[in-house]
């Protein structure tokens, strides 16, 4: 709610991942806030949409708003509860985290789910709530930094007997590239898991400065890498520092539509 969402939309990029959601023990959904003056949300419970008019506005404003670039909106979780909701009830439409997922995609005209799982790696229950969401109507979406094994896993669970790339259900990968995935490299990604990928960068920051990025240096990494190995296109990861630092988001994203026009 405090992002500068007219700069963000109409600045280039065409996809947008909102960090973070989580599901709780009783498959509710919650919004977690890492910015200071916000604070966290419960946005659906028991099957219904609970977050409020102006949070569902400002998020369906991402797509719709006046000038804007972006075709499309994720939002991005991490793994809790994930295993235990699919043992117990199961991933059935009848099921509160379906029926709460469902409600949420309506609210804010979501169209994928993103798994930035960096703890449990079960394959088994990953695959199987991929495939609930994907009943639901989302695509689904991945953003490993390390344990190429089991993201292969499951990539290959989850787009079993789906041979054409528009029929995918996991459809991108967001492969991060700082941090604990500084030393990853995209082509080396590509040919474990059998998909093209999506290398992200952070961008200037003052919580990890060391792993920071201006637009220049991103533009020759990503250069460099969509040379060697024809990405399928290249990201960021902007924890609000983008506007915390002064910086511009219309720079950074000609980075992109520069290097994957």
């Not at 793994?79 to 439409?93: D, I, N, S, T, W």
């Not at 985290?97 to 079960?122: K, M, P």
């Not at 604990?180 to 999506?198: C, R």
């Not at 190995?229 to 511009?248: C, P, Q, R, T, V």
């Amino acid at each position: 709610m405090k992002s500068n969402t007219t700069a963000l939309t109409t600045s280039g990029f065409n996809t947008l991942i909102i960090f973070g959601l989580g599901i709780l023990d009783n498959g509710d959904i919650k919004y977690y806030s890492n910015t200071p003056g916000s604070q966290d949300v419960l946005v659906a419970s028991n099957g219904s949409y609970v977050g409020g008019d102006a949070l569902a506005a400002k998020v369906r404003s991402l797509k719709s708003g006046a000038g804007s670039t972006v075709q499309r909106v994720e939002i991005s979780m991490n793994a809790q509860h994930v295993r235990e909701l699919m043992a117990r009830p199961g991933p059935g439409a009848d099921t509160p985290l379906y029926r709460n997922f469902a409600a949420l995609r309506a609210a804010w005209a979501l169209d994928a789910v993103n798994n930035d799982d960096e703890s449990i790696y079960d394959a088994a229950s990953t695959a199987a709530f991929a495939a609930m969401l994907g009943a639901a109507g989302y695509r689904y979406t991945i953003a490993p930094y390390t344990n190429t094994g089991f993201w292969a896993a499951v990539v290959a669970r989850v787009n079993a007997g789906r041979a054409a790339a528009s029929d995918l259900l996991l459809d991108r990968v967001y492969l991060q590239c700082y941090d604990g995935g500084a030393g990853n490299d995209p082509g080396g990604w590509q040919g474990a898991l059998g998909m093209k990928v999506v290398p992200l960068l952070w961008v200037v920051n003052d919580s990890k400065p060391s792993q920071g990025t201006t637009a220049a240096q991103a533009r020759a990494r990503f250069a460099a890498w969509n040379q060697r190995d024809a990405l399928a296109g290249g990201g960021f990861w902007n924890d609000y520092d983008i506007e915390k630092m002064g910086l511009s988001y219309k720079e950074y994203a000609s980075v992109l539509t520069s290097v994957f026009p």
